[in-house]
């Protein structure tokens, strides 16, 4: 193929504008606007046994509607044969279709060189497929448009790396997870994300935060920026007062480094039988679990790293501190990444153990995944009553146990790890509640569950699925979702008393828009007889 014809064959956005009737044309990637053409192609050939054409060449174009991390954000795809482009608009064939890509079941890419060459299956919910050819290239900038679109996500087991070529495969799952208008907060999307500059603009003269509710409100819909991070976790953890001075914070780092240092020396004077066994036992664990925690991020990675060897003294130090839980297995995940986003031991040490006597799941984690896992089931319930007739449908389900990991490391091992920040500090600004783990795990099921009602999936079968979709779920997503759940929980008038405790620990959801707090009603399987969950 000549030079200009290869060029003909990829066109630019900017040329398709004054191709394609659109509102507005701007980007493929970035925040998307009302509507917008994010793809466009040309001479891509579908197969029609009925044609006297084996292949039909046509025009394909893909446009987005509504923000780019709202769920509701649809994906529509258009394909026109280049004879009805030819003849004015006329298709005297029929051949011309439309899909909304938010109704299908999955997208299959299937490369043959490392141009971008290929096959574009669409498959829907039905079973039924459509192939698209695109023998000049092009799938490898569409696949840049599905990694933008928040409505799917790869299979779990796909890379996301370069595009492999000679047969290479890509699939991605459709996410199925409807939000009402009047489910959305007021506030969603009208804040941005807590920037640096921000952050120095808040204080006063005497370098106490302002308006601290509005900070926490900042970073509950929109998140805190990398660079904030180490400023803002200890007062979101508690190590300072959200009302603070810098003289205060001053005294607070002097009088907690003294402390550490004198847990330090008690650990190294340890001499007695009895307490040396025990720190070696204690060791052992620790240096067993430190060697596999986050070796790949950059902060723990490669031979003889110093942050290591911190991360082992401060779990050391805490089972010096806290002789009662002393160490427990999955605390190096909690730790790591407070370590490493503020780069101080003792800042880290203190943080970790702040969290630690809030956690209810390493001081009773039997009790606490009985009770936790209950009061989601009562959410999934009244919010999802489709995939919770099904689980109780097949009794071991009904347990959720696919849950019990998310609570007992704070999602830490369900999401990449900027992607754990967000939930984390989404969690400490207790906006709204003090339970927002329970509508994070919500969301996760209603985003990311349909799968085991549609295949009938087994108690097994629901555990793999969402252990096999660990580091493949989009936090910008789940929390879009659990902030609506959260809203909508908020205006309900009655509720279960089986979730009273979840009223009782989001009474600010009500009193933020000066409502009643909702009446409680029992019923024929409310907390004085139902089942509970045996773990």
């Known amino acids: 193929m000549k030079k200009r014809e290869r060029e003909e064959e990829n066109i630019s956005i900017s040329e398709a504008s004054s191709r394609v009737p659109s509102r507005i044309v701007e980007k493929m990637a970035g925040v998307w606007s009302e509507e917008t053409v994010v793809y466009c192609k ?11 054409k084996k292949d039909v060449k046509g025009y394909l174009t893909m446009r987005t509607k509504g923000s780019r991390l709202s769920p509701k954000a649809s994906l529509i795809l258009h394909w026109t044969p280049n004879d009805k482009l030819k003849s004015g608009g006329s298709d005297p064939n029929g051949h011309a279709f439309t899909v909304d890509m938010g109704q299908l079941r999955s997208i299959r890419v299937f490369l043959t060189d490392g141009n971008g060459a290929g096959q574009f299956v669409l498959t829907s919910r039905q079973g039924d497929f459509k192939v698209l050819h695109f023998p000049h290239g092009g799938l490898d900038q569409l696949m840049r448009v599905l990694d933008e679109w928040p409505g799917c996500s790869l299979l779990p087991g796909e890379s996301k790396g370069n595009p492999r070529s000679d047969g290479g495969k890509i699939v991605f799952v459709v996410r199925h997870a409807s939000i009402r208008e009047e489910d959305v907060h007021p506030d969603e999307g009208m804040l941005s994300q807590l920037t640096m500059p921000m952050w120095t603009d808040v204080f006063d003269e005497t370098e106490r935060i302002r308006k601290p509710d509005f900070v926490r409100k900042v970073a509950f819909f929109s998140g805190v920026a990398p660079p904030v991070r180490p400023h803002f976790w200890p007062f979101l953890i508690g190590f300072y007062e959200m009302n603070s001075t810098k003289e205060e914070r001053e005294k607070v780092d002097e009088s ?34 430190v060697t596999r925690t986050d070796r ?19 779990l050391l130090n805490y089972a010096v501190y806290n002789r009662d839980l002393a160490y427990t297995q999955g605390m190096s995940d909690l730790l790591s990444p407070l370590l490493a986003v503020l780069d101080d031991e003792v800042k880290a040490f203190w943080c970790f153990a702040l969290l630690m006597k809030r956690n209810e799941f390493f001081s009773n984690p039997k009790l606490a995944l009985i009770k936790n896992t209950n009061l989601l089931r009562d959410l999934v319930k009244l919010f999802l009553p489709e995939f919770f007739a099904y689980v109780e449908s097949v009794p071991p389900a009904s347990e959720l146990l696919f849950c019990h990991r998310w609570f007992l490391l704070c999602f830490k091992r369900e999401f990449l790890l900027n992607d754990v920040h967000l939930i984390w500090e989404s969690h400490w600004t207790r906006y709204y509640t003090n339970v927002y783990h329970l509508f994070v795990a919500l969301a996760i099921i209603a985003v990311y569950g349909s799968d085991v009602v549609e295949r009938k999936m087994n108690a097994d079968e629901s555990l793999m699925h969402f252990i096999h979709h660990a580091k493949y779920m989009h936090a910008d997503i789940v929390l879009y979702q659990a902030r609506c759940y959260l809203y909508q929980f908020g205006r309900l008038k009655s509720i279960p008393c089986s979730l009273k405790s979840i009223v009782e620990e989001s009474l600010d959801t009500w009193r933020s828009e000066d409502r009643s707090p909702p009446t409680l009603l029992c019923s024929s399987d409310c907390k004085h007889n139902r089942r509970t969950v045996t773990v």
């Open 42 to 52: 040309n001479n891509v050939s579908i197969s029609i046994r009925s044609h006297e």
């Open 256 to 289: 907690r480094k003294k402390e550490y240092e004198k847990i330090n020396k008690e650990r190294a004077c340890i001499t007695d039988r009895k307490g040396l066994e025990h720190m070696k036992t204690t060791r052992d664990k620790v240096e067993f679990d």
């Open 296 to 314: 790949t991020c950059g902060y723990y990675s490669g031979e003889n790293n110093p942050h290591v060897d911190q991360l082992s003294n401060i």
